[in-house]
């Protein structure tokens, strides 16, 4: 596994495994996120309304006695968060479902325009996590964002942020935050985390004149890996989430983790199937 640093020099792992489709049985879910760590991944994206993805989590880690090996990551439900006081009852609850007394990487979940943050800020969230973060029980604090690329400019200016989670693939340059966002925010030291990789499994599974420039160039890379590396080949991400809800898909994904190298040959490649895609 390969890492790369964020704004506090912590390694994470170049793949990280988002949590919002684990298999519907424990067990299986518990053999993913044990193979997983065990291959090198450190970074486990959640969230409160991806149902009991942070209960299941935290089970798997308390059982297993594994919390500290890991980095954990989940958000604030700003969908459902209507007055201050409801900032500490579902971190509290987050808290307990995690069964951890603190979060690495918080997030303020799908802020979309300045209109939106501003609103919390007038409920004191910034002071908010400030205390959070001087307890202890926050470690470091961010946002994911789904909104246009203007307010997302804005809002990397708006707060001392140290991360962000975007969505961005090669069918994506210039959606949302795009990579003018993912360039400036990298810029400001924020360390960007990635969403999305695989358009919603759309680039895994790609029209079949497009599959086959593929195999032609390389016939042992999967549509998937493709789709990693063109992002692992830029240095601003520093970790790419995949929902990983199966062995064969975990497997294909850290497979794609050994070599990251990605050419003109590769690049041009990309090109094309941005074309063949658009045209479908």
């Given at each position: 596994?390969?890492?790369?640093?964020?704004?506090?020099?912590?390694?994470?792992?170049?793949?990280?495994?988002?949590?919002?489709?684990?298999p519907k049985k424990f067990e299986e879910s518990e053999k993913l996120i044990?193979?997983?760590?065990?291959q090198g991944i450190n970074y486990f994206d959640t969230a409160y309304i991806y149902g009991d993805s942070e209960k299941t989590l935290g089970r798997i880690l308390k059982?297993?006695?594994?919390?500290?090996?890991?980095?954990?990551?989940?958000?604030?439900?700003?969908?459902?968060?209507?007055?201050?006081?409801?900032?500490?009852?579902?971190?509290?609850?987050?808290?307990?479902?995690?069964?951890?007394?603190?979060?690495?990487?918080?997030?303020?979940?799908?802020?979309?325009?300045?209109?939106?943050?501003?609103?919390?800020?007038?409920?004191?969230?910034?002071?908010?996590i400030k205390d959070k973060k001087k307890e202890g029980k926050?470690?470091?604090?961010?946002?994911?964002?789904?909104?246009?690329?203007?307010?997302?400019?804005?809002?990397?200016?708006?707060?001392?942020?140290?991360?962000?989670?975007?969505?961005?693939?090669?069918?994506?340059?210039?959606?949302?935050?795009?990579?003018?966002?993912?360039?400036?925010?990298?810029?400001k030291g924020i360390a960007v985390k990635i969403m999305e990789p695989l358009l919603g499994g759309r680039l895994a599974n790609l029209p079949k004149k497009a599959k086959e420039i593929l195999k032609k160039e390389n016939k042992d890379m999967s549509e998937a890996q493709w789709a990693l590396k063109w992002i692992w080949n830029q240095k601003e991400p520093v970790t790419v989430l995949s929902g990983m809800s199966n062995m064969n898909e975990l497997k294909d994904n850290i497979d794609a983790t050994k070599n990251i190298g990605f050419g003109k040959k590769e690049i041009d490649a990309i090109e094309k199937i941005k074309e063949i895609f658009n045209e479908s």
């Open positions: 596994m390969k890492y790369r640093i964020d704004k506090y020099n912590n390694e994470l792992s170049i793949l990280g495994f988002g949590c919002m489709r684990f044990l193979y997983a760590i065990e059982k297993n006695n594994i919390r500290e090996k890991i980095y954990i990551a989940t958000k604030l439900p700003l969908i459902i968060t209507r007055k201050k006081s409801d900032f500490d009852k579902y971190f509290n609850m987050q808290l307990k479902r995690l069964d951890t007394d603190y979060i690495d990487y918080y997030m303020m979940h799908m802020i979309t325009d300045m209109d939106q943050w501003q609103k919390f800020c007038d409920m004191g969230i910034k002071q908010w926050i470690r470091q604090i961010g946002f994911s964002f789904h909104g246009s690329q203007s307010e997302f400019l804005k809002i990397i200016d708006a707060s001392d942020w140290d991360f962000c989670l975007i969505q961005y693939n090669y069918m994506n340059e210039n959606y949302q935050a795009g990579k003018v966002g993912l360039r400036k925010a990298y810029e």
